[in-house]
């Protein structure tokens, strides 16, 4: 017989990821404020929104990548080709518009790349995306070779580095918005129920009807799209492109859906987990920011929590073991 | 006589000899001895952080940290060197190899008793032990006036008009094809890359090689770290950085599996020299420097595509054999 859903205990919550990461983010959010008296300035705080809003949005689709036990490195490269047909559209005098869609359809089609390779051949999308990791970055750097790009739409500039009523940033919006969506996505439809046991078990999946191969395949083209989303915020707001832009930025990204408690290997998370990480991870280097930490000072730090998020649970959980 | 044809090495082989040839009519600058000599002494450093990266990736892991520890180790020692230029060569060369191995056994034991995936622990170190090296030079570069004069000498030591560094790789290649062919070492990394539960089964302790394959691939990026510093006379925050990759494609294009198990070491020394062969010929036939990295890019998915097919056609031939 199969027992009934337990009754909700409020005690519960305690032992939830999500509670676990909620007490974090307030302990760093008091420490902050406690150290500098910066921190707690509306529009400082709002302003280190642009700091991981770009991030934060290709965060989201990542989730449903990792849950569905993929992987993909090759995002920040993707920035880098999107960054480039954004830049060089511009050039040619393409009306707005075009140049957007042409932007996010390339995004969409080195994903659809990624996916094509990775459901057609059978191989794991780890090594895949360490290829198109060096192959699309290399298309930026032998397209730009050593000049960049600084003249883009008007309409991008602004999103870039705009904000609404002038006070909420447009990129920090998407993401609150994007956030929303993926969330009822996830947890309250049978596509995020898919993703579930497509991550937990492929084989079984794919045995009860779930077309595996083509979700994995829509996923990492939505990946590739995000990441061209993210490339429009991110040119915009630095008004210059290089082919080295985003470097290193699939690492942070993956940190961020990781630290959130989306398990590597697939089948759980929640899209909550990874929102609070990311404010986690955000507020942290704006902090050590303000205290003057230089920058290697917070990819170090990034590692280590990276680490230890996953290291520590699994150590307690052995040595519990052991003792019983 | 088919078997040797149909043989991957030997097919890896020939694609090298023809692409040397094909290059040699582009320019026939390119085949001389004196040439071939350098691309060979440009391609050793690859050749032994491949060996070693196959050790870890025959057990169905990556060591995507080797470049970052190789900068971190070469660092250290630049250093060092700077500051006790009397000290001999040899101690620079063992302090490199040792933090190198330090390094990866932190990996190991990251992995096999934290148990965090290989994959996260390896991307957290590339970033930690490259952020490492701001932290220890201050940002600043060593340059080749800071170091002593018996630093720079042994790389330049020549033998048979061959370099040191060749040689290096030559002997590199010699131990690591003893320890997985001749040794229980090697044959019980590939069953446990074959068949990690089998191989736990008949006794041998996953978690002990897989500590183990890291501190080999530490102690190589550790040496490798002396190499590079000593090759180039430069020690900064940026030296070999994405140079991991070019490592895993030279395993992929030389038939190592990443599924495990599969994977012969001369295999892994022709994909190195394949890779560095291009690397070189790029120039020589007047494409762009910018092209490389793309171009790399592309073969490793090409190799990877052409393993899968191949694998998957044995997999079918034994299906109907039974």
Redesign the interface.
């Known amino acids: 017989m199969i027992p009934d859903k337990p009754p909700f205990k409020l005690l519960d919550i305690l032992y939830k990821k999500e509670f676990i990461l909620f007490i974090v983010l307030v302990s760093i959010l008091i420490i902050n404020s406690n150290i500098s008296p910066y921190f707690l300035d509306l529009y400082n705080l709002i302003d280190s929104t642009f700091l991981f809003s770009e991030k934060a949005i290709i965060a989201l689709t990542m989730t449903f990548v990792i849950i569905a036990r993929q992987i993909d490195l090759s995002v920040a490269s993707i920035i880098a080709v999107s960054s480039c047909v954004l830049g060089y559209t511009t050039s040619l005098g393409y009306d707005t518009w075009l140049v957007i869609s042409l932007t996010l359809l390339s995004g969409a089609l080195c994903g659809a790349f990624n996916g094509a390779i990775i459901t057609k051949f059978a191989i794991p999308s780890i090594i895949v995306t360490i290829g198109t990791m060096s192959l699309f970055r290399g298309l930026a750097y032998s397209f730009l070779e050593d000049s960049y790009y600084n003249k883009f739409p008007k309409l991008v500039s602004n999103l870039g580095s705009g904000y609404l009523f002038g006070y909420i940033p447009y990129a920090f919006l998407t993401f609150l918005l994007l956030s929303l969506v993926f969330a009822f996505i996830l947890h309250k439809t049978s596509v995020g129920k898919k993703m579930y046991s497509i991550g937990n078990n492929p084989d079984a999946a794919q045995y009860t009807g779930i077309a595996v191969d083509k979700y994995t395949f829509i996923l990492f083209t939505l990946n590739g799209l995000f990441s061209a989303i993210a490339a429009i915020f991110l040119s915009g707001r630095l008004s210059s492109v290089r082919p080295n832009i985003a470097f290193g930025w699939e690492l942070e990204i993956i940190t961020m859906v990781v630290l959130g408690g989306v398990y590597i290997y697939g089948g759980s998370g929640s899209i909550l987990g990874v929102v609070i990480s990311i404010f986690i991870l955000g507020m942290l280097s704006f902090g050590l920011g303000l205290l003057n930490v230089p920058g290697v000072g917070i990819i170090i730090f990034t590692g280590l929590l990276l680490i230890l998020s996953i290291g520590f649970p699994s150590f307690v959980r052995t040595i519990r073991r052991k003792n019983e | 006589m088919k078997k040797i044809l149909t043989n991957r090495d030997f097919i890896l082989f020939a694609i090298i000899l023809i692409g040397l040839i094909a290059v040699g009519f582009a320019n026939p600058l390119f085949v001389t001895p004196k040439s071939i000599s350098d691309v060979l002494t440009d391609t050793s450093i690859l050749i032994i952080l491949a060996l070693s990266q196959m050790i870890v990736i025959l057990i169905r892991a990556?060591d995507l940290s080797v470049a970052s520890n190789l900068a971190l180790s070469g660092m250290l020692i630049s250093l060092l060197s700077t500051v006790h230029p009397e000290l001999p060569v040899y101690y620079f060369i063992a302090l490199s190899c040792v933090i190198g191995t330090c390094l990866g056994v932190l990996n190991g034991i990251?992995i096999a008793?934290?148990?965090?995936?290989f994959?996260?622990?390896t991307?957290?170190?590339?970033?930690?032990y490259?952020?490492?090296i701001?932290?220890v030079s201050d940002g600043k570069q060593v340059y080749s006036n800071e170091f002593s004069e018996d630093f720079l000498a042994l790389i330049h030591y020549k033998f048979l008009s061959l370099s040191f560094l060749f040689w290096l790789a030559v002997a590199v290649f010699i131990v690591i094809y003893v320890l997985l062919n001749h040794t229980r070492f090697g044959r019980n990394l590939y069953s446990l890359g074959g068949n990690p539960d089998a191989a736990k089964y008949i006794g041998i302790s996953e978690n002990k090689y897989i500590i183990l394959a890291y501190s080999i691939s530490g102690f190589f990026a550790g040496l490798c770290g002396y190499l590079w510093v000593a090759r180039y006379s430069v020690a900064s925050t940026q030296i070999a950085i994405?140079f991991e990759?070019t490592v895993?494609?030279a395993c992929?294009v030389g038939g190592i599996s990443?599924?495990g198990g599969v994977g012969t070491v001369l295999g892994c020394v022709l994909g190195a020299l394949l890779i560095g062969l291009i690397r070189n010929a790029l120039p020589a036939v007047d494409i762009?420097q910018?092209?490389?990295?793309?171009?790399?890019?592309?073969i490793?998915?090409m190799a990877?595509?052409i393993n899968?097919?191949t694998e998957?056609r044995k997999e079918k031939t034994i299906m109907v054999e039974n």
């Open positions: 990556i990251s008793i934290l148990k965090v995936p994959i996260v622990t991307l957290g170190t590339l970033s930690i490259r952020g490492l701001y932290f994405g990759l895993i494609s992929v990443v599924m762009s910018f092209w490389q990295l793309a171009i790399s890019g592309a490793i998915l990877i595509i899968t097919k998957q």
